[in-house]
C-alpha cells in the first residue's frame, strides 16, 4: 500500500540515500557528489510555507519523495518554484514517481504558488511523459547546459502555470 504524507526530519537520511543514488547513477541531477547529511538537514529546513517536501511510503519502507523548492533568490520568483521527484531504483515502475508529482503538484496550488517548472534531462521520456499528464507543458530545450558522464546534455524546461484564483 502506498502513503504519501510530508517528510519530517527524521526522514531525511533515507531521502538523502534515494538522491544520492540518483546523483551516482543518473542524469536526474546534475550534482556529481554525493550530498552530506549536514547538507540535506540545512537544505530539508529551507523549505518554508510553499515549498513542501513529501515522501511515498510502500509497505512502510519510503520508496521516494518529491519537493517544491525556490526557483531564484530574486523576490520576483516568490510564487515560482521548481518541483523534484526521486524514486528509489527498487520501486520505479509502480507509479510512485507519477502519484508523487500528482500530490506535490497539486500541493503547490493550496501554498499559492503561480507556477511551478521542472528541468528534466534528455532522454527521460516516461518524465515528460509524467509531467504532461498532470498539466505541464514544453516551454524550451536548454542545448548542452549539462556535462556528466562525459556527455554534454540537453535540458527540457517544463511549466505548469496555476490558474488564477479570486
Not at 32 to 50: M, Y
Not at 72 to 77: E, H, L, N, T, V
Request: one cysteine or more.
Amino acid at each position: 500500500m502506498l502513503n504519501i504524507r510530508s517528510a519530517t526530519p527524521e526522514d531525511q537520511e533515507r531521502i538523502l540515500e534515494i538522491y544520492n543514488e540518483a546523483v551516482l547513477n543518473t542524469t536526474a541531477t546534475f550534482d556529481t557528489e554525493p550530498r552530506s547529511l549536514e547538507k540535506q538537514l540545512k537544505w530539508f529546513a529551507g523549505h518554508g510555507k510553499n515549498h513542501p517536501v513529501f515522501v511515498a511510503e510502500h509497505d512502510g519502507v519510503i520508496a521516494g519523495w518529491s519537493s517544491l523548492s525556490p526557483w531564484s533568490d530574486r523576490c520576483a520568483y516568490d510564487e515560482t518554484v521548481e518541483v523534484s521527484v526521486y524514486v528509489h531504483p527498487g520501486f520505479q515502475g509502480k507509479g510512485i514517481g507519477s502519484r508523487l508529482l500528482e500530490m506535490i503538484t497539486l500541493e503547490g496550488a493550496l501554498r499559492k504558488n503561480h507556477t511551478v517548472l521542472s528541468r528534466i534531462t534528455e532522454g527521460n521520456e516516461a518524465s515528460i511523459h509524467i509531467h504532461e499528464k498532470y498539466g505541464y507543458r514544453l516551454v524550451g530545450v536548454m542545448k548542452e547546459v549539462g556535462f556528466k558522464f562525459g556527455k554534454r546534455l540537453d535540458v527540457h524546461l517544463m511549466q505548469r502555470v496555476y490558474p488564477a484564483t479570486s
